[in-house]
């Protein structure tokens, strides 16, 4: 199993982060969040992921729930772990997995504006564990009511508060698997719903079927710029720049700790479908199997299935 190394979040975390692709527009936004939420800050200390999080699910195998389509065949597989193995969800996850009798241990979001409200806005999440970046909208802050735990952005924050910092590489799940594999130390690490892709070229398939609507912005956005590529069973599908670029950033991270870590770090992608791992053939650090046999395979001892 995994030794205790200190260079994990080293390999996934870069020191510096080059900005220069971040629209205007954001950085606007991310600026005036922070300033605001630094005068908060001020009144009430911020809880950081750093020194809270660090190897506390050491050796313990761990789910990473995204929002791709495919989320709809697993949820009574994940029922079997809820409760006995961490969950980590991303935002958009949350509601899906809410209607199913799923509570997710942590929940990452990313966004800087309002968005990420639209996702719980009908759900109360007294109960419930955001990991949330410092420039997020103060509106997102005051929506959650439960605990919530902040890391430092790469933009706009002054460090006033040393936070620990997360990688995100173009969408909440990459910082997701920086907060979980980097921090905390899961492993193995099983992927769920982490597709990066679409079946069909509509916008009403990038979710999962009982999950959150898009929006209507993101609805056109996805219409314009969707295009096709092969999933792992070499079937049509369709993809955005955002979630390509996404997914090439999980393989490259998955590759360089496997060839760290080959003897003992584990990486299982139960998906089920989509494009995570097609770039991943030779040497194979990531196993494709399905959620039921990842859960009897790496999980027995949590859940009873041996």
Known sequence: ??????????????????IRRTSKEK??????????????FKREKPKGIKGNF??????????????????????????????????FAVDAALPVLVKNGIRPDYVITVEGDEEAIWFWEDIDTSD???????????????????DIYFYNAWT????????GKLWSGGNVSTTMFSFAVGICAINPTIFVGHDFSFPEPKPEFYFPKDGTRLRDLCYEDIKKTSFETVDIYGNKVYTIGQLFFSRNWTEQWILKIYHLECRWTIFVN?????????????????????LKEAIRKYCGLYTGEM
Do not use: H
């Open 1 to 18: 199993m995994l030794k205790r190394q200190s260079f994990r979040l080293g390999v996934i975390v870069p020191e510096s982060i080059d």
């Open 156 to 163: 706009d924050d002054d460090g006033t508060f040393d936070l």
């Open 128 to 146: 419930y564990t955001l990991i949330c970046t410092t420039v997020a909208s103060p509106k997102v802050i005051d929506s959650w009511k439960g």
């Open 54 to 87: 660090e190897e506390r699910f050491f050796n313990v195998p761990g789910f990473l729930v995204a929002a791709g389509p495919s989320l709809d065949k697993n949820m009574g597989e994940l029922k079997k772990i809820n409760g006995k193995c961490p969950i």
């Open 27 to 40: 950085r606007s936004w991310w600026k005036k969040n922070y300033a605001d939420n630094l005068e908060r």
């Open 270 to 290: 139960a998906t089920e479908g989509g494009i995570l791992g097609v770039n991943l053939r030779s040497p194979k650090p990531l196993e494709q199997i399905t």
